[in-house]
């Protein structure tokens, strides 16, 4: 990753919409997030504790990013980690990160298990 892109990925102050997590990826009726949805909830996260989801995303260690990518949109990243959902249990995750052209702020755009 480039330093400029290092500078400006600051997961703390991170735009992650609640709809993009509650109504996304722990969405068990959402024609894309369901499936997502599933693997999250064998976690223990879940639309009423999606906070704890959000918080979780967070704390991924920024260091494992990587730039994936220029878009006519902005800068990719893609983090891997692993996440403790509230159920206990351990799982490696891949997320998605964008910073918009013109912007400073990192955006959330999604996440699904690595395995």
Known sequence: MNKQGKNLLNLQKAIIPQEKVKNYLLSPVHPVGRHKARFFYSLGYTQNNWESLENDLRKLDISQAEMTGE?????????RGSIKGPGGRTANIITGWIILHGEEVTRFVSAYPED
């Open 71 to 79: 878009t006519e949109y902005g800068t990719k990243f893609e983090i």
